[in-house]
């Protein structure tokens, strides 16, 4: 049985849906803090458990009967490597036969702006550590985020990010659930490391093309330095905190720290991963 931790956020879900058409309902399981949130999960059968990554207890008794569990990272807690030890722990007493975890596909760990990043790496130290079999998925950052950095207002303001001629080899989310999916079912837990990123890199300008591509409308890129971004996030409404994780992201992008390509994504889907074109057609709904 296969536990997915997580299970109602956005790639728990992708994950889960993929898992459902490549195995048996009885062989997964979510873990869920909320069980109002899973029922749809339950409604299709999915065995749902319930804990969070603070809860020892909760997470021991969620590991019963499991031979493999998918931690997906927390979000921004700041226990966050807490809460990741936490699931390690429990496998590790359940004796589950793998953990997999969702990682992050950076050019150097030990020059990213962007802090919340590190748990990442720390989280991987810890597994390997910790003598379980594991499968590391690191992951680019997904293109789902793009309308995210560029505002709602993008296709008549343009875009301006303090991220220079920085490029991104964008993945969407729902790719990488997929191949996730894939590596979980039918490849061995034999301590691999998966790196998932789309088959080409790219700048924000070439976004912006892309965007005025689709939409008809002349949208352009504008590289900006931190402050005038910040000051534009504030006349949004972007809370503090968010602005400056945004502004780290860029730092980062800026650095060449997103600009990897590998072909493990296209190998784990037996196609090409989703092009900036195809991707921003569904973000968008063109």
Do not use: W
């Not at 992951?139 to 490029?167: C, H, K, Q, T, W």
């Not at 997929?178 to 691999?192: F, G, R």
């Not at 070439?206 to 000051?231: I, R, W």
């Amino acid at each position: 049985m296969i536990l997915v931790t997580g299970a109602t956020g956005q790639l728990g879900k992708a994950i889960i849906e993929q898992l459902l058409k490549k195995t048996a309902i009885d062989q997964i399981a979510a873990l869920v803090r909320d069980s109002s949130k899973a029922a749809y999960l339950m409604e299709k059968g999915v065995n749902v458990r319930i804990g969070h990554y603070d809860d020892p207890d909760a997470l021991d008794k969620a590991m019963q009967g499991i031979e493999k569990v998918l931690l997906v990272s927390g979000g921004d807690a700041d226990n966050g490597l807490q809460q990741h030890q936490n699931v390690v722990d429990a496998a590790k007493k359940a004796e589950v036969q793998c953990i997999a975890y969702t990682s992050r596909f950076m050019k150097d760990p030990n020059s990213l702006a962007n802090s919340l990043m590190t748990r990442h790496f720390q989280t991987e130290d810890y597994i390997r550590e910790s003598g379980l079999n594991y499968v590391l998925f690191r992951n680019i950052l997904y293109m789902d985020a793009i309308p995210i950095f560029l505002g709602p207002a993008v296709l008549n303001s343009g875009i301006f990010l303090p991220a220079g001629e920085g490029r991104v080899s964008f993945a969407l989310r729902s790719d990488m659930g997929e191949a996730m999916a894939n590596v979980l079912v039918e490849a061995p837990c034999d301590n691999q490391v998966y790196t998932f990123s789309g088959a080409q890199s790219y700048s924000f300008a070439n976004v912006a093309a892309t965007l005025t591509e689709l939409s008809g409308k002349t949208v352009t890129y504008t590289p900006v330095d931190e402050s005038s971004f910040k000051a534009q996030m504030k006349q949004r409404g972007v809370p503090e905190g968010m602005v400056q994780r945004i502004v780290d992201f860029m730092i980062d992008i800026k650095n060449g720290q997103e600009a990897g390509i590998s072909p493990d994504l296209e190998m784990m889907l037996g196609r090409k991963p989703t092009s900036l074109n195809e991707g921003l057609k569904l973000l968008y709904s063109f």
